[in-house]
């Protein structure tokens, strides 16, 4: 194996991903710091993935774009077909000695096919519940079958990672893979604070100083719960509470959403200090999602010094401490989620105390320290790594490490 035997160092890591630079989100944000944070390390990083004719933002890395097509029905998203002779061949001509694959698409079957034929460790990080995607377009029969999908994909490799021991654990139950190991995600929180509240940006976009300001930030698409939100705000109003929604993003369902909320204020996507800028000129934080896998959003929004208001979903369940820093909803609903968003707004104490609260408890997420136990996982990944009986080796291992990284 070309990695250092004596440490077993990563010396060269091929990053497969189905979105690295053409839009802007949790997923890819964790990816490009990861492959900053290699570099940064002295590990060489390709990184394989379908581009846009425009990207969103200057990427880390070297980038090899993917030959692909646009998602029917969600154009702003591409698909590889897989692994055309070229691609292969600068993959082979890298000569990495650790796959990561950041998806269970074709691009990333391929590129694990590649690394079983040659003999070279491939792990995955888990972004998404493609799993439950199904049930927002009115096709919930597809569920197991995505789940079988999955699961035969992700025991094929070494090691998946998951952002939060809640998430591991369901995968766990799910036999997603017999070895889940942790890798969280950080908040920056020299660009997201509470210093970055902004009265003067309120007033200029229509905001009075007494009305509650409750934000989403996020991609404009049905899985992200618009439907529950924009019900919820509704409900707070048939309440008679002065409350205005904050709608950070873009997406295919930002018309609907604006003629679902024709009161609430658009800003469209932001990032950097814009964004951070929106989160801390809000009073709460509002998440319904319950298809990420980590609540990035909601993470940027504790370091601002919001309270939170989530779904009981593995994206914010571990970042939450019920009735601490906010509530997770007892249900999917919008009559739960004003009831706990009412506490909130009803009670300044309250407001102010979880406030604190979460900004205390996003300090626990720094980069450095959550890409350091992750690069700490490659070492013990090519360590245990035996091209001789690969089978074997996964089954001694276990799901040790989800414990180990709790």
Known sequence: MPFELTRFEPRRIALFSGNYNYVMDGPVRALNKLVAYLEARGVEVLVFAPTAKKAAFDHSGTLVSVPSIAIPGRGEYRVALGMPKAIRQRLEAFKPDLIHLAAPDWLGHAALSWAEKNSVPAVASFHTRFDTYPRYYHMAWLEKHVTAFMRRFYHRCEQIYVPSPCMAQELAEQDMSPNIGI???????????????????????????????????????L????????????????????????????????????????????????????????????????????????????????????????????????????????????????????????????????????????????????????????????????????????????????????????
């Not at 249900?331 to 205390?360: G, R, W, Y």
């Not at 074997?392 to 799901?399: D, L, V």
Request: hydrophobic share 40%.
């Open 183 to 221: 890798w969280s995600r950080g908040v920056d929180s020299s660009l997201f604070n509470p210093d970055r509240r902004d009265m003067a940006w309120r007033r200029q976009n229509g905001i009075e100083d007494d009305e509650i300001t409750i934000a989403f930030v996020g991609r404009l698409v």
């Open 223 to 406: 899985e992200k719960g618009l439907g529950v939100f924009a019900d919820t705000l509704d409900l707070l109003k048939q309440r008679g509470m002065k409350v205005r929604a904050l709608v950070v993003g873009e997406g295919p369902e930002r018309e609907r959403f604006e003629t679902r909320l024709p009161d609430a204020v658009f800003t469209g996507y932001l990032n950097g200090e814009d964004l951070a800028r929106a989160y801390a000129s809000s009073n709460i934080f509002f998440n319904a999602s319950v298809t990420e896998t980590f609540g990035n959003v909601t993470l940027e929004a504790m370091a601002c010094g919001l309270p939170l208001v989530c779904a009981d979903a593995t994206g914010s369940r571990s970042l939450v401490d019920q009735g601490v820093n906010g509530y997770l909803a007892k249900e999917v609903s919008a009559e739960a989620f004003a009831d706990d968003l009412a506490k909130i707004i009803t009670n300044p104490s309250t407001q102010q105390k979880m406030a604190a609260a979460s900004h205390t408890s996003s300090k626990a997420y720094t980069w450095d320290a959550i890409l350091g136990r992750l690069y700490d996982q490659y070492q013990d990944v090519l360590a245990g790594y035996s091209s001789d009986a690969p089978d074997a080796k996964r089954k001694s291992r276990g799901i040790a490490s989800v414990k180990a990284a709790e």
